[in-house]
């Protein structure tokens, strides 16, 4: 009997006392002895997050989602049953076969001689490694590990050698997610639901779309080879084929089963798959594809650039583009970051999320990619804020973008008076002042984050008609310019003895002392009122006194 993706009990959970147990897609709101369903619970962390986009997309594609954005908080209060999330899913059964002799979840439709691989070539770390890197022979894969992997390499598949396209948002992309206050696994799956209204307006979506428009795998491959392929872009599929993409042609091999234990989860079977078939040219995605749960910068000719996951990326440094939208671009690229429509959605949806000014977090995570080689995955979380109001969001987005451009400025400015100390002001000196960077951005971040909460406190009990909250924004300058004299103290003292120069120090640390108090930081860029001047008579009378 065949394997179905929608009634097999496959998706490793987690339960709120700690219960670990199998579900199908449709028990996802099932409660038992172990209360309701908090998590996903896979052996690996990058299955955890591939897991998480397969039920947000299998929710998406649904007749489940909200038609408008007023619709949505009905879903988040009161989740489906049982039966209604399996009557609104089983009505793509027939796209979720993982074997059989017809149309396969995520595989080639009509593969012919396919180079054959092992099975643990679909994990991602050994994916770009063929030709250097042996996979280690074991004993094969659970079909419910299979099933994880296919669905993260096709989601995140990077480049991989002529022919093996990189995946809707290329390669390696970082994937947003929102986070509720309680771990509730229906809540986070429903927080990353965006409107039908709103996906239909990122393509050519229609009421009633091809199925092979959204499930690429149910006809023959859109193949996108050099001279005689077709590329794919917006305009050629659904919008929900984006939750579904397909860029490598895999057929898995079934008819070679083993008998032991999975070499990913550890659980014992007897029917362990060895190995796929694969070739090159599957579907070229081109074009503006814009993913729901990916962060974009738009280039000055409004071309979207998906963000990629990169090894220490996810901290505040990264808000403006992350969280918050920018208000204006680059001045120097020309760039506009732009959060996943996911996280922009939560400013809106944030006062229905419990009513808590805090508690959500932003989850941000992916596979940091130098071409082929997968350097590490990555994860990692920031918090995030209820905002009260729409006008009172307008300004909170503004203004906190003024924080992060301050500390990028200020602390940019620390790096270089630390060079100077080192070396005097030699241009062609090159150093690595990373360490610097990263130190300031580390002692910052949790003072960033109680700012951002004085921030709202702030906009929301100050004067409506005020655009300003000034005691934040000096409380923060306070901050910074404390913090990069303490850190100048601390590194400048690990220059190279020989080219110590107390007189060059001395010379650094004053103009990190004073010059961001000027006008490019106070009144440039946090919109400071400049500093009412103390006359020479009130200074007088003052010492007197």
């Known amino acids: 009997m065949a394997y179905n993706l929608l009634e097999e009990k496959w998706i490793p959970v987690r339960t709120a006392d700690g219960s670990r147990r199998k579900v199908a897609p449709w028990e996802i709101t099932s409660i038992d002895h172990g209360g309701p369903i908090v998590a996903i619970d896979s052996p690996r962390a990058d299955f955890n997050g591939a897991l998480m986009q397969f039920l947000i997309g299998l929710v998406q594609t649904s007749e489940l989602i909200p038609k408008r ?34 149309p396969r979840f995520l595989q080639d439709l009509k593969l012919e001689n396919g180079t054959p691989w092992p099975i643990s070539d679909l994990l991602i770390e050994l994916s770009g490694n063929g030709h250097f890197t042996k996979s280690k022979k074991g004993n094969g894969f659970c079909f419910c590990c299979a099933a994880i992997a296919l669905f993260c390499l096709q989601t995140n598949a990077p480049e991989g050698g002529r022919g093996h396209l990189t995946g809707l948002r290329g390669g390696g992309p970082l994937t947003t997610l929102v986070l509720p206050p309680e771990q509730d696994l229906w809540k986070t799956i429903w927080l990353n639901i965006i409107p039908e209204e709103v996906l239909i307006s990122m393509g050519a979506g229609d009421d009633s779309p091809d199925i092979k428009d959204i499930f690429p795998w149910m006809a023959p491959t859109r193949t996108g080879e050099k001279n005689t392929g077709t590329a794919t872009l917006p305009g050629d599929a659904h919008p929900l084929q984006m939750y579904w993409s397909m860029p490598r042609r895999i057929r898995i091999d079934f008819n070679e089963l083993a008998t032991g234990a999975c070499d990913v989860c550890g659980e014992e079977s007897e029917s362990l798959v060895q190995g796929y078939f694969a070739r ?15 962060p974009y910068r738009f280039d000055s000719n409004n ?18 583009g992350l969280v918050i939208r920018s208000t204006d671009a680059d001045e120097k690229s020309k760039v506009q970051s732009q959060p996943a429509r996911v996280v922009e959605k939560f400013t809106k949806r944030s006062r229905e999320v419990a009513g808590k000014r805090t508690g959500a977090h932003l989850w941000g995570f992916g596979y940091d990619m130098e071409h082929m080689r997968a350097r590490c995955w990555f994860e990692g979380r920031m918090p995030m804020h209820a905002i009260s109001d729409e006008r009172t969001a307008e300004k909170y987005t503004l203004n906190s973008e003024r ?48 700012h951002l909460d004085k921030l709202i406190r702030e906009l929301e009990t100050s004067d409506r008609d005020r655009s300003l909250p000034t005691e934040t924004l000096k409380s923060w300058h306070r901050v910074l310019c404390k913090l990069s004299l303490e850190l100048f103290d601390v590194y400048v003292t690990s220059g190279p003895i020989e080219n110590s120069n107390p007189a060059r120090i001395a010379r650094a640390r004053n103009r990190l002392r004073f010059w961001p108090h000027g006008k490019k930081v106070k009144r440039d860029i946090l919109a400071l009122p400049d500093e009412p001047k103390k006359s020479s008579v009130s200074q007088v009378e003052i010492t007197r006194s």
């Open 69 to 102: 954005e007023p619709e949505w908080s009905r879903g988040y209060r009161s989740p489906p049953t049982d039966a209604a999330l399996r009557d609104a899913f089983l009505v793509h059964k027939d796209v979720f076969f993982l074997d059989g002799d017809g």
């Open 280 to 294: 090159p040219h599957g579907v070229k995605y081109e074009g503006p594809w814009v993913h729901p749960l990916t």
């Open 303 to 320: 071309v979207p650039i998906s963000q990629k996951a990169r090894a220490g990326s996810l901290n505040y440094r990264s808000w403006v």
């Open 403 to 450: 924080m992060v451009r301050a500390a990028i400025t200020i602390g940019g400015f620390l790096s270089l008076c630390l060079r100077q100390a080192w070396f005097g002001e030699r241009d062609k000196v090159r150093g690595d002042t990373g360490f610097v960077g990263e130190a300031f951005w580390s002692r910052s971040e949790h003072l960033f984050f109680l």
